[in-house]
């Protein structure tokens, strides 16, 4: 059967068969029902999609059920008591309010519908009075009128759900196993999405997967590296494979704006806001926790941003983003939010909170997990004029019982950083002066690992240094410290325990005079760049803290990011599109030597994608580092190969540019001589060009510039 | 060496042209007077009077005995460039952009812009030997070649004067008949630029030409066969371009629009005028200075120096030192 039928066709099969082409209108026509002759629809999936969709038109009204069933006389009186509760909520339409009656007994039914002017209206209603208790005996049971048909189709028997047959999928981790132990990232230029290989012996990105308007906001790794996620108007979607980038999972969330992942990669968090119907009210917030692998949401949480807004106070400055912190390792185990005087923590098992109930802190502002621990780090800040001191404490989940809390006077500020094994938590605190006109600031250094956990206070020499960034060596015990006043701070570095007194802080070094607004270290640890970002022009200074010497200087002018490489071997510089010019990305080696530099116009996004941790046993990693001589005997051969061959092909294209450049001189030289004589004849005979030689000759011109005469007397 | 700043003009320039001796430069800029310096010092000679509108290009006579400039003022003027006195102006009713000799500076070839519901054209016209003979019966062009959507930016002689290469806004370069006007070829619309030509520059003996565009690279052609021999891709939009006539260099000069220019620093411009090796295409190294971008390169016949002008009214004469001339690569 032919795909497409013409109209000349159809005629042609009309008269065959005696139809009056005319009499028939064609649109009227309709397969039956389950036949497609034939044809298969290739929007298969577009049909499984429309059945999440309930847009019947009857979105904005409920149904209120268990409602006390009244006799005619008392009707009035309880649908003022229903519009009353209603109409709080959102506007009902004229005549939107119908609670319909038994015709035998006049009496009413114990249900009524509610039709408001909006789907969001309706929508809100249900979900604040679904559970309002009317009475003892009368507690509201709110439904979506849309939802009632679901409902009933719901099977009186259970059927066990038909087990699909395995199909293995495609290995996720294939990146992993490159031979040349290379990295991926993905970039965002324009409207292009590519994810490349970093082959820095080759010095230029080798490209895996391209595609245009692959997202419509952003991608984003999963924190293992195991996914793509891509943000569009409809949802999220993740994306990975083996050796290419096939949709795995789709997560329906209408103008989701933000995601997150969990540690574990085992959930993703979606967020959108919407415009309110009545602009006096706050946006509202639909967050979505889905479950990564099979794309069912998990739980979902809808309410208005100031709600979400950190510490119930926000509201102006709206959600901080993620809402939803998790809790540290890979088991994805509990995950919390800040809300007015509480901390929610919650449980992945179940999606309820963790007894049922959340932890009541008061004027809690602030809160933090423990990288790998289920430790939370509260924050309240000071109360009452300074009566009641500002207090850090660490909280172990689940038993929600206190570790350790520390009380700090005239606080006006807190920030808290975490080592990334969870061995330290520094709390930076901004504290007032006797005036309080201004703020000096010292460290508070907890070592959670410890016995007690013991706090150390840590103040810098000169205490009214302003910290300009702080950042924990990963898996290390070190710190670095930007202080100082703009322009040329000073960059300090400390060790949590260096070599005689392992229980004590100590200072380091202090580089003086540095431009420097931000601190990356490796994700090995070790190396660290001092970075001048944006305003300082994009100084770079890669430091060895082992050594503490400078291994090199750089600049990428108007940097804006600075990423290392999962592995700490490689590290990007790049320079977004939030700068009109010079966009793109420069790939560094640790040590700081340029390798490569690749410019896009339009550049929104860099990200390597991550590993997961290690597969190693530490013995084995030990094992490794011991002998690292012959492991990387084969490498360091590895690389001559490849630069030997770089070479040859680099000189083998020179020969060849230059022959073919050869032969070009040669044709036009010959050309040339051919010519000369016709522009001997357009000169009117004058010599051509080179021919004749002219030689420069100094000219000495006298110029009689005046004469004068003059006696001169001689006595 | 230090490079020889040279303030003489007020407005950004334009062009730049050494004369065949290599002892005199002459620049245009938007201000109106046309310049000449001495190629050796930077010292300015004098200044051609009678322009009333930006001056966008110029060209001197063999014997350099005669300059010619297009103007803005929608004219061309021929000048005595001794003495610096107005010979013979040619009037047209839009701005001429592009002004080149032919082979025995007997004829010339001029542009001019789109202008009030004209289009642009290519003008060709003779050029009497001596001023006073009759010039004015030579006012009329020879022929007129109309064609090419946009601006004209540059059209220069052929071998022989047997065709004109033009290149402009349309992105494509163009080789036409001098004799019947026809047009004989045009450049691959997938090789060549994306974006408007705003320069071309000819080889010493006029076998090969270098073109500089918008689409941030310059493009090396042959002058018989049009084809492309060679790209070089800089980070920058090219405004300006020639070639070294002793070693195997181009330069390029640009940087972003005048009007995108930032005002935080001369760095984040990059107004370079940067060395490409011709054959390798591979970038040699860059030239800074300019507070603007670079409008107009020139290349002494000798090799030994280049001019470059900026949008920010500066010559920089750049003499080179012993050095350059033992790169290798």
Known sequence: MADVMSMDDIRATAARL????????????????????????????????????????????????????????KFEKLEGVVRKIYSQIGVIKEDGLWMPVDPDTQKTLGYCFIEYNTPQEAELAKEKTNGYKLDRSHIFAVNMFDDIEKFMKVPEEWAPPETKPYTPGENLQKWLTDEKARDQFVIRAGSDTEVLWNDARQSKPELVYTRTYWTESFVQWSPMGTYLATVHRQGAQVWGGATTFSRLMRYAHPQVKLIDFSPGERFLVTYSSHEPSNPRDTHRVVINIFDVRTGKVMRDFKGSADEFAIGGTGGVSGVSWPVFRWSGGKDDKYFARIGKNVVSVYETETFALIDKKSIKVENVIDFSWSPTDPILALFVPELGGGNQPARVSLVQIPSKEELRQKNLFSVSDCKMYWQSNGDYLAVKVDRYTKTKKSTYTGFELFRIKERDIPIEVLELENKNDKIIAFAW???????????????????????????????????????????????FWSPAGRFIILAGLKGLNGQLEFYNVDELETMAQGEHFMATD???????????????????????????????????????????????????????????????????KKYSKKYEAEDQDVSMLLSEQDREKRRMLKEEWERWIGEWKRLHEEEKLERQKLRDGEASDEEEEYEAKEVEIEELLDVSEEVISFD | MRPILMKGHERPLTFLKYNRDGDLLFSCAKDHNPTVWFADNGERLGTYRGHNGAVWSCDISRDSSRLITGSADQTAKIWDVKSGTPLFTFNFDSPARSVDFAVGDQIAVITTDPFMGLTSAIHIKHIARDPDDRMAEIGES????????????????GPLNRTIISAG?????????????????????????KKPITSLSKSADGSHFLTGSLDKSAKLWDTRSLKLIKTYVTERPVNAVTMSPLLDHVVLGGGQDASAVTT????????????????????????????????????????????????????RLHHFDPDYFNIKL
């Open chain 2, 169 to 193: 806004e349309d992105t494509l370069i163009r080789i036409w008949d001098s004799e019947t006007g026809k047009l004989l070829k045009e450049s691959d619309k997938e090789e060549g630029h």
């Open chain 2, 264 to 315: 935080t620093d001369h760095r984040a411009g990059k107004f370079e005028a940067k060395f490409y090796d011709k054959i390798l295409t591979e970038e040699i190294g860059g030239v800074k200075g300019h507070f603007g971008p670079i409008n107009a390169l020139a290349f002494n016949p000798d090799g030994r120096s280049f001019a470059s002008g900026g949008e920010d009214g500066y010559v």
């Open chain 1, 562 to 628: 600075v990423e290392w490489d999962p592995t700490g071997r490689y590290v990007v510089t790049a320079v977004t599109s939030v700068h009109e010019m010079e966009n793109g990305f420069n790939v560094w080696s640790f040590n700081g030597k340029l390798l490569y530099r690749i410019l896009k116009d339009h550049f929104f996004q860099f990200l390597w994608r991550p590993r997961p941790p290690s597969f190693l046993s530490p013995e084995k990693e030990e094992e490794i580092a011991k002998n690292l």
């Open chain 1, 473 to 519: 060596e990963p898996k290390g015990h070190r710190f670095a410290v930007i202080h100082g006043d703009n322009p040329r701070p000073d960059v300090s570095f400390y060790s949590m325990r260096s070599g005689t007194n392992t229980g004590r802080v100590s200072k380091l070094t202090t580089l003086k005079g540095k431009q420097a607004n931000a601190l």
């Open chain 2, 142 to 157: 020879v022929l007129i070649l109309k064609g090419p959507q946009g601006r004209i930016n540059r059209a220069v002689w």
């Open chain 1, 18 to 73: 005696n139809v009056d082409l005319s009499s028939l209108d064609l649109d009227s026509i309709r397969l039956p029902a389950g036949e497609d002759f034939g044809v298969i629809s290739d929007d298969e999936d577009l049909k499984k999609d429309e059945s999440l969709e309930f847009e019947e038109g009857f979105g904005n009204i409920i149904v209120v059920d268990n409602l006390p069933v009244v006799p005619k006389e």
